[in-house]
């Protein structure tokens, strides 16, 4: 319906285009007929009272025209029959110019240079001549002139020649034109501008004579009507209507704006479109809100659709039993896993007492009441109840533990069923049974590895320490005789012994790090921090060390010997390491981090090559050999642990010969 609207409306407005154009083309042409008229008979009687005016001059010889009464009362005739428009001057045969009748002896102005008076001196041009358009040197006004050889008589005269007044012109033809872009113009036969209204003082005079308009048009043809856009006016494009005239070489042309005459087209088009615009947009609307209502009604088909599909699916795929009960407690749906679990595969569970077929009886194979029965109980009272430790029974006869849900449904003030959703438990029996019996057997474990670090701890180190005095008494009593190989030698196995006996111990702690039963509490990590450096005093002394500690240390829930423990391996590790030749240098500081604080242990020392800072975390894993460094290797082994066990992590930042920047990052 709105294509064959729009449609009538695009025919409509292009036959009524078409119509004006038309209509138009023939009102310019009679305006060009009635301009031709009126511009023939102007030039004609311009022609005829210059025809007069010179035939009384051959034959009145004598006399002097310009102060002759007769002479000049026919000019004022001649003047009066034109209306005012044509002015009978004389011209002396040395160019002056004179009124009639004369004003003076001497000549008003000299016109010798006019194309009018040259004309005349010519034998191609002599005769009826128009010139080109000028401003009078008189009166400043713009004129025609039209000019006539004298050949007998008049004295010293030479030429007599009317000026056609443009003005009084303008006024005859701008009541004829079709405003406000329209134009009447005489242009002469060589592509000159004689004449326009509206008036142009830049169009009067102008030679259009190479322009297309006037090389493929007016050159052309005796009439004729064409669209042009005149660039040397205003640049608008207008329909132009031409004529010749049949006796003088001249074009009369008449044009009209294109946008003129489409103004009412432009304006009915408008109302029409508006109307059909308004139609669209109701049609449109009642289109939009019926297309709406139709879409809502869709997608809630297919949401319906959907759910339905999801349900069933659900239903389908779900591992828990689910079933739909009625008020008699009937099973008015049951889902596949259900099925399995009771045992309703080959046979209709639906209309049947779900209590009596598969929840008739305890575990111990008593009874089970029907008024003690919870899903009974939410069908009478449609409370929700979640059950733990329940036992349902297949139809063969067998049982299974379960924990299931039963929900109540509503309609208005009545229960009108109920859903239950049950799970088999048998299988997270079996595993919390497993779990247990785990849980024994990692106690007894972690018993057996406290028993094995006392041993470590007393029982294994005692040889060693037997060992460090008997040969620090063989040193003793026999040192004097002994060479000094045999005293190096000596010296070796006691350092030994006291290595193995310092790795033991370190090996003895880094195992009960997360045995012991350290209590967890609000940790100042400032306090820690200050209490490892206590520890470290006599180290920081002989170092001559500056350890620096941030203040706003956090307070986190963490186990305060692990934090000293960890500060106090690090700051030792950054004393240790310390590069030769500067002062040792230790800060210690803090920063908020996303669920957590990062606590940053920087120093100055020698560094780590970067592809060594994972390695370093590992337990005896040593950078330096032990002639260089003192050490078991397991300080850094003993940090991560502990952070690990807060449920952190720690990385360093290194380069080598400029330090380093352990950081440690604590939940909060």
């Known amino acids: 319906m709105l294509l064959v609207l729009w449609g009538f409306v695009a025919y409509w407005s292009w036959s009524q285009r078409k119509g004006v154009l038309t209509s138009s083309t023939v009102i310019l042409e009679q305006l060009t007929t009635a301009a031709e008229e009126q511009t023939l008979r102007l030039f004609r009687h311009a022609e005829t009272s210059l025809a007069v005016s010179n035939l009384w001059l051959a034959e009145h010889p ?21 209306d005012g428009m044509l002015d009978i001057r004389m011209v002396t045969r040395s160019g002056g110019l004179h009124y009639i009748p004369k004003r003076g002896a001497k000549p008003l102005a000299d016109v010798s240079d006019r194309d009018y008076v040259k004309a005349q001196a010519r034998m191609e041009t002599r005769g009826f001549y128009i010139g080109n358009p000028v401003i009078s040197r008189v009166s400043g006004k713009w004129g025609i002139p ?32 079709i405003k406000p872009s329209g134009s009447i113009a005489i242009l ?6 004689l004449f326009r209204v509206p008036q142009e003082d830049h169009v009067i005079g102008l030679n259009i004579a190479d322009t297309p308009s006037f090389k493929e048009n007016y050159a052309l043809a005796l009439k004729g009507i064409f669209r042009s856009a005149s660039q040397f006016v205003d640049g608008k494009e207008r329909l132009v209507s031409f004529q010749r005239l049949r006796d003088y070489p001249l074009i009369v042309i008449v044009t009209a704006g294109i946008d003129d005459l489409l103004t009412p087209w432009r304006r009915q088009t408008a109302t029409l479109a508006s109307i059909a615009g308004l139609v669209t947009l109701a049609v449109s609307l009642l289109a939009l809100i019926l297309l709406r209502a139709m879409k809502a009604e869709e997608q809630a088909q297919m949401a319906t659709d959907r759910a339905r599909r999801e349900a069933e699916l659900i239903l389908s795929t779900a591992g828990e039993g689910i079933c739909g009960i009625d008020a008699q407690g009937r099973v008015t749906f049951m889902n596949p896993a259900a099925r399995a679990m009771l045992g309703w595969e080959h046979e209709d569970p639906i209309g049947n007492d779900l209590h009596a077929t598969n929840h008739h009886s305890h575990p111990d194979g008593s009874a089970y009441p029907h008024e003690d029965c919870p899903i009974l109980g939410t069908l009478r009272d449609g409370e929700t109840r979640e059950v733990q430790g329940e036992t349902f029974w297949r139809t063969n006869g067998g049982s299974f533990p379960v924990e299931f849900i039963v929900t109540g449904i509503w309609d208005r003030n009545s229960v009108k069923g109920a859903v239950l959703v049950f799970r088999d438990i048998s299988e997270r029996l079996a595993a919390e049974r497993a779990m247990t019996q785990q849980a024994t057997e990692l106690a007894r474990s972690n018993a057996d590895l406290e028993q094995f670090a006392y041993i470590a701890s007393h029982d294994l180190r005692e040889p060693l320490r037997q060992v460090a005095s008997f040969v620090s008494l063989l040193e003793r009593r026999y040192g004097a005789t002994l060479d000094s190989d045999a005293r190096d030698y000596i010296t070796y196995a006691r350092d030994g012994a006291k290595r193995m006996d310092r790795l033991m111990i370190d090996l003895l702690e880094f195992s009960r790090i997360g045995h012991r039963a350290l209590p967890v509490e609000a940790v100042n990590l400032g306090d820690a921090i200050d209490e490892a450096i206590a520890n470290l005093r006599t180290t920081i002394v002989e ?21 000293v423990r960890l500060f106090q391996n690090l700051v030792g590790n950054a004393l240790k390491y310390r590069h030769p030749e500067r002062t040792p240098i230790v800060r210690i500081s803090a920063v908020n981090a996303d669920g957590g604080w990062v606590v940053s242990v920087t120093d100055n020392g020698m560094g780590i090559d970067p592809q060594f800072s994972e390695r370093i975390f590992g337990i005896f894993q040593r950078l330096h050999t032990r002639d260089k460094f003192e050490g078991t290797g397991i300080g850094l082994a003993i940090v991560k642990k502990i952070v690990e066990r807060a449920g952190g992590r720690v990385w360093v930042d290194s380069t080598a010969g400029e330090g380093s920047a352990f950081n440690v990052f604590l939940p909060a």
């Not at 008049?154 to 007599?160: C, F, H, S, Y």
């Not at 620096?548 to 010997?561: H, I, Q, S, T, Y």
């Open 146 to 177: 039209v000019s006539v050889p004298v050949d007998k008589g008049g004295g010293d005269t030479g030429v007599l020649f009317a000026a056609i007044e443009l003005d009084r012109i303008a006024k005859t033809f701008e009541a004829e034109r």
């Open 188 to 193: 002469r036969a060589d592509g000159t501008f």
């Open 543 to 563: 170092t001559g060390a500056q350890v620096e500690r941030a203040p706003g240390m956090p307070v986190l829930d963490l186990v305060r010997d692990d934090m």
């Open 62 to 82: 004598q006399m002097d025209p310009g102060d002759t009464p007769a002479f000049i009362a026919l000019v004022d005739r001649l003047r009066h029959m034109s």
